[in-house]
């Protein structure tokens, strides 16, 4: 889904009215973004010769949604690097760290096939997911703090990806660490780079469609949730519970442990939240499209289910949140009272 920030102060009267109506259909899309993934699961599971073809454009699918989080994307997003690069690089260090080092020790544990684990492993490798703001501010986190983590850790992808890919599944399947690298700048990087230019050169048009971009990244997502499902039917029926159990265990430990990781580091609790939804989340729909162009089908489904899972999950955990911030709210008053 494409970044997203709450409405702003200043600026123009047009900007702030778009992003209000940007904020506004971020939460009702990352609101039936589940229900609308689940609904993508089924139809690729249910009639897997019928939607096979599409894997063909998943690439596209997901180049598109990386367009989307260009044009979302603004100066002040990448300032923040300047003015507070400490969370910043806590949020990244912990994304390349906790979720890649929870999917070699889920691998393990469940001593998981060779295609399933290179999988899991590429969902941990991947970047922070792009709902992820959206979450976060719905849990009463830092969003701008939260834009910037993403933004950043995407950005990193060509070089982090392909290399712990490589590090930690290299023995598993061979590992095409370069190729790997040349998909990802032509997938994400390319895409959210012209994203920023028509951001620049048409920000007048821009501002009238931000409203209409978590839409876009909802549709691409949910077409690549169904390609990849529809060439992985038959393991979801051999495999499905375990991929899913490993998949629930992936993001919860991904929440806990980016949470304490931001409280050990005397974070405040609204970063704690940010860094908890930033690290638990990941872009699954690169991992996905991924996984079907360099290893198999059945490699991708890990990321799949990821893709339906982690925004159940997260906005659980905004719920969470939220009623925490409620009562710590409800205390204060009747201490001041």
């Not at 999917?103 to 709902?131: W, Y």
Request: glycine fraction near 6%; include cysteine; charged fraction near 10%.
């Amino acid at each position: 889904m494409a970044n997203t920030t709450p409405p702003i102060p200043n600026g123009s009267a047009a900007a702030a009215a778009s992003r209000e109506g940007e904020d506004r259909s971020a939460r009702i899309a990352v609101t039936l973004f589940p229900a609308i993934i689940i609904a993508a699961f089924l139809i690729g599971f249910l009639f897997p010769t019928q939607m096979a073809p599409l894997a063909t454009y998943t690439n596209v699918a997901l180049g598109v949604i990386m367009f989307a989080m260009g044009i979302t994307l603004t100066v002040p997003d990448f300032a923040l690097v300047a003015k507070r690069p400490l969370p910043i690089l806590l949020g990244v260090v912990a994304q390349y760290v906790i979720m890649p080092s929870l999917a070699v020790a889920l691998v393990f544990v469940f001593q998981l096939p060779a295609e399933l684990a290179i999988g899991v492993i590429l969902v941990g490798c991947a970047p922070g997911g792009t709902s992820s703001n959206v979450i976060t501010y719905l849990a009463k986190g830092d969003v701008a703090l939260s834009v910037t983590m993403t933004s950043v850790s995407t950005l990193l992808a060509p070089i982090f990806t392909p290399l712990l890919t490589l590090w930690l599944a290299g023995t598993l399947l061979p590992v095409d660490a370069g190729a790997m690298a040349i998909s990802i700048v032509q997938m994400v990087l390319i895409p959210i780079v012209a994203g920023l230019l028509v951001r620049w050169l048409l920000r007048s048009w821009v501002d009238r469609v931000l409203p209409a971009l978590p839409w876009v990244s909802v549709l691409g997502i949910s077409y690549v949730v169904v390609a990849v499902v529809s060439g992985s039917a038959d393991s979801i029926v051999e495999a499905g519970l375990l991929v899913l159990l490993v998949v629930v265990l992936h993001n919860a430990f991904g929440y806990m442990l980016g949470y304490v990781a931001a409280r050990l580091f005397r974070y405040p609790e609204r970063v704690a939240r940010t860094t908890a939804v930033e690290v638990g989340m990941q872009n699954s729909g690169l991992a996905a499209t991924l996984a079907a162009a360099h290893f198999s089908p059945v490699a991708a489904l890990p990321a799949a289910v990821f893709s339906v899972w982690h925004n159940i999950s997260g906005g659980l955990l905004a719920l969470f949140f939220r009623a925490r911030s409620a009562r710590h709210e409800k205390r204060a008053r009747s201490v001041d009272s």
